[in-house]
């Protein structure tokens, strides 16, 4: 036999050896598991500024319709018009499917403004709007909340825009 007919003969012996497999196989496995795991957390990041934005939105549009009560009997009217529980959903579309998705439940507070003149105590109301809902980390319940506030005078705004 030739040299160059032997050289041909052992060319299929070249391959991997187990332990170059196996460690190449840990490091695919490791590399899988992180792109998962990337996915996973990013889909929750987005949720999350998903509600958070759609709480802000609950709050704006309860902030900008308060600003517009009349002061005598809309603003202080806690029973047909600033009610001190409200719940709104996250999808109000998918309230008929069920897939409406959290579920913002509110407080409105209605105060008198600390350190105020006595002269302004019955002219001016501070207005807090909360919103709760409760986010899923797996199977762990975790209460979020989102708050803001205003000011309502008597002679405000609404005078404006009503005419009065």
């Known amino acids: 036999m030739r040299l160059t ?20 196989v840990l ?8 792109l998962y795991a990337g996915f996973t ?29 009349r002061w005598g009997d809309q603003l202080l009217d806690t ?10 959903l996250y999808d109000p579309s998918g309230k ?5 998705g959290a579920r913002y439940t509110g407080k409105v507070d209605l105060s008198i403004p600390p350190n105020l003149p006595a002269a302004y105590q019955t002219n001016m109301r501070a207005i807090t709007v ?8 797996g199977t762990n319940k975790i209460l979020r909340a989102r708050q ?5 005078a008597k002679h405000g705004m609404q005078n404006y825009i009503f005419g009065r």
């Open 96 to 100: 008929v499917t069920n897939s409406a």
């Open 41 to 69: 957390s990013g889909f929750a990041v987005i949720q999350l500024a998903r509600e958070n934005l759609r709480a802000t939105q609950i709050l704006m549009q309860r902030m900008e319709t308060i600003r517009l009560y």
């Open 148 to 152: 803001m506030q205003t000011y309502a």
């Open 79 to 88: 029973t047909n018009y600033l009610k001190p529980t409200f719940v709104e």
């Open 5 to 24: 007919q032997m050289k041909s003969a052992h060319h299929g012996d070249h391959a991997y050896s187990l332990p170059e497999v196996m460690i190449t």
């Open 130 to 137: 909360t919103v709760y809902w409760t986010n899923y980390s």
């Open 27 to 34: 490091l695919v496995a490791a590399m899988v598991i992180s």
